[in-house]
């Protein structure tokens, strides 16, 4: 680990008003080097929910710090590892648990990952992150950046990456079974929770269990209601990112490894319901991919709210799957439930077919991959190298469904050339206190 000496303590200052006093970001320490069974030490931001199976992921090392804003929601968690100190603000256990963490898992609303991680990054620490990465594209791009320039261990939450079935239909693809792909539909049924809403008209009392203040966090202060905490922010602008950003890290994820898509230059949307407080009820949305290394461009067509590809692309056959990916070529088309085998919808045309060996090694386990790169071993699956192009792609769609036009996308500048307003969604404000760390 690089260490900056020559920085100024006070460019690592963070200008948050937390219990009246500033909190300072400590100088980058260096990372430890671990024998072959030392064990990590893990903060665990976000450690309810879908944080307790994050933090279930990693327990076989040694969780020091466990931070929740909610203390019945974390309530399992944290009698499951009753010696680990008890944060609700991760402001503070970065803070002062800065020599005694190596690594810390990120599990919270969309609309903090950046946040914690950053701030977590810019102290030296490996970091795992649920999906989708960010809540904006831009802070999927500086992820991304600053985990290279920090040279910290990292991985995304979207476990299907580590699946078998999902490697072996990487490999299927890649070894030609369907000739040249020139087309991918992937859908979901999702949401699962209100899109498409209003923001509630009146406030109600805040839970006790809840400190709502740092729930919200770098999001516009708003006065507590029903529907936001602890599931349905997903559909709420402030806070997630819709159905698409909940889903498409994992299922638009194989064809995006399989072709080796990235960066696309167009993405349109139909949708119904959106608002400026929420997404919409559902979405279709067109992406299209340049060619890229001699192979031809490709158009992915994303499908939530129930919404499935029409019937003449799999011979009239209905899909049945909740979740999953048609990917089309001239030989033949394969649909792929997700974390399920993938079959070919014209077995007949591939008789002749023999599969290939396996090319891509398997996983040891997904949080095991981020275990193994925080101690030296191979960059996880899903290292932010890979998975912030990947956000960045999904997310492009919400610019696409806001705007309510076609966006053509400069991937180099982060902006989108033809319509202008649509580059607010780009990037967001932070509630002073909250913002970005920067060196």
């Known amino acids: 680990m690089i260490i900056h000496r020559?920085?100024?303590?006070?460019?690592?200052?963070?200008g948050s008003a937390v219990a009246g006093a500033a909190l300072a970001f400590p100088m980058v320490l260096p990372s430890r080097v671990f024998g072959a069974n030392e064990r990590l030490n893990i903060g665990?931001?976000?450690?309810?929910?879908?944080?307790e199976v994050d933090?279930?992921?990693?327990?076989?090392?040694?969780l020091v710090a466990l931070c929740d804003v909610d203390e019945k929601v974390a309530a399992n968690t944290f009698a499951k590892f009753p010696s680990a100190k008890r944060y609700k603000d991760y402001r503070v256990m970065l803070e002062k648990e800065a020599k005694n963490i190596d690594a810390v898992t990120v599990s919270t609303p969309d609309h903090h990952h950046a946040p914690a991680a950053l701030r977590a990054m810019r102290m030296g620490k490996h970091v795992y992150c649920q999906k989708p990465l960010t809540h904006t594209v831009h802070e999927a791009r500086l992820m991304r950046e600053?985990?290279?320039?920090?040279?910290?261990?990292?991985?995304?939450?979207?476990?299907g990456h580590s699946h078998p079935e999902t490697r072996r239909l990487v490999e299927l693809v890649r070894h030609g079974v369907l000739g040249n792909v020139t087309a991918v539909h992937v859908w979901t049924d999702r949401p699962i929770w209100p899109q498409g809403v209003h923001?509630?008209?009146?406030?109600?009392?805040?839970?006790?269990?809840?400190?709502?203040?740092?729930?919200?966090?770098?999001?516009?202060?708003?006065?507590?209601a029903d529907g936001y905490h602890p599931f349905n922010w997903r559909g709420w602008w402030d806070f997630g990112t819709g159905a698409l950003g909940d889903m498409a890290c994992h299922i638009m994820d194989t064809a995006y490894w399989a072709l080796d898509l990235r960066d696309p230059t167009s993405v349109e949307a139909t949708s119904e319901g959106c608002n400026e407080e929420s997404a919409p009820h559902w979405s279709i949305i067109n992406y299209q991919f340049p060619e890229r290394n001699g192979r031809a461009p490709v158009k992915l067509t994303w499908y939530d709210g129930k919404k499935k590809p029409p019937a003449e692309l799999t011979g009239g056959k209905e899909t049945g799957e909740a979740n999953g990916v048609l990917i089309i070529g001239d030989k033949g088309a394969m649909i792929a439930p997700y974390t399920e085998p993938p079959r070919l919808l014209n077995p007949e045309q591939q008789a002749d077919f023999k599969p290939p060996e396996k090319s891509i090694p398997r996983s040891p386990g997904h949080w095991h991959e981020f275990v193994n790169a925080c101690k030296g071993g191979p960059p996880g699956g899903t290292n932010w190298d890979y998975a912030g192009p990947l956000t960045e792609t999904v997310l492009l769609g919400n610019l696409a469904v806001r705007s309510g036009k076609k966006i053509e996308w400069d991937a180099k500048n982060m902006t989108c050339t033809n319509v202008p307003e649509a580059n607010k969604y780009v990037k967001r404000e932070y509630r002073k206190g909250w913002e970005l760390p920067t060196l």
């Open 6 to 14: 020559n920085l100024s303590r006070r460019r690592f200052l963070q």
């Open 44 to 51: 665990s931001i976000g450690c309810g929910g879908k944080g």
């Open 55 to 62: 933090t279930n992921g990693v327990a076989d090392q040694n």
């Open 146 to 159: 600053t985990a290279a320039q920090m040279k910290v261990a990292t991985q995304m939450g979207n476990q």
């Open 199 to 224: 923001r509630p008209a009146q406030a109600q009392p805040v839970p006790p269990t809840l400190a709502w203040d740092l729930w919200l966090g770098p999001a516009p202060e708003r006065p507590y």
